[in-house]
């Protein structure tokens, strides 16, 4: 059985990453969305709220279950005794950054293989960072993630006016 792990901060989780998950989905026996921190960003929902966001919108997928997990990615995939890393790759700045990790990755856990999926044209311009300043100056951004995702968007964004 093989266990895939598609890690992310997915603050908030967008059409693209859900994308990403329903078609690793059917690659893998199993497919885990750890919910990680970045440390390098400011996080607009905790950890449970992206959690229960996600677990909505990935209901219909029996094979996805998706966790919290702080620490490293390869050590949280050793608890999980996954051996495949899921990516996404949107573009070439994607695969510099990408292929870093892996090879970090590799070196850490030399059992660890990494997947890049590539984003599908409708998902590759935009990310969960863009999303979130386009919606803090009022744009609608249901196109880029699911009605819940937005509402609960908007109304975080309000709150913190």
Same mark, same amino acid.
């Given at each position: 059985?093989?266990? /895939?792990?598609?890690?992310?901060?997915?603050? &908030?989780?967008?059409?693209?990453?859900?994308?990403?998950?329903? *078609?690793?989905?059917?690659?893998?026996?199993?497919?885990?969305?750890?919910?990680?921190?970045?440390?390098?960003? #400011?996080?607009?929902?905790?950890?449970?709220? =992206?959690?229960?966001?996600?677990?909505?919108?990935? /209901? !219909?997928?029996?094979?996805? *279950?998706?966790?919290?997990?702080?620490?490293?990615?390869?050590?949280?995939?050793?608890?999980?005794? /996954?051996?495949?890393?899921? +990516?996404?790759?949107?573009?070439? #700045?994607?695969?510099?950054?990408? +292929?870093?990790?892996?090879?970090?990755?590799?070196?850490? =856990? &030399?059992?660890?293989?990494?997947?890049?999926?590539?984003? +599908? &044209?409708?998902?590759?311009?935009? !990310?969960? !960072?863009?999303? =979130?300043?386009?919606? =803090?100056?009022?744009?609608?951004?249901?196109?880029?993630?699911?009605? /819940?995702?937005? *509402?609960?968007?908007?109304?975080?964004?309000?709150?913190?006016?």
């Amino acid at each position: 059985m093989t266990i /895939a792990v598609f890690p992310g901060s997915f603050d &908030p989780v967008t059409r693209g990453h859900l994308d990403l998950i329903e *078609r690793a989905s059917h690659l893998f026996d199993e497919l885990i969305v750890a919910v990680m921190t970045n440390t390098s960003k #400011q996080a607009l929902f905790s950890k449970t709220e =992206k959690v229960q966001l996600i677990e909505a919108e990935v /209901a !219909s997928l029996p094979n996805v *279950r998706v966790q919290a997990a702080t620490g490293l990615t390869v050590d949280f995939m050793a608890a999980q005794h /996954a051996t495949v890393l899921v +990516r996404g790759l949107r573009n070439e #700045q994607d695969f510099g950054y990408e +292929r870093d990790i892996a090879w970090m990755n590799q070196s850490l =856990k &030399p059992t660890i293989e990494t997947v890049c999926l590539l984003a +599908r &044209p409708p998902y590759a311009y935009f !990310s969960s !960072s863009l999303i =979130k300043e386009v919606a =803090k100056m009022g744009a609608d951004v249901s196109a880029y993630v699911p009605d /819940a995702v937005a *509402r609960q968007l908007a109304q975080r964004l309000k709150e913190r006016e």
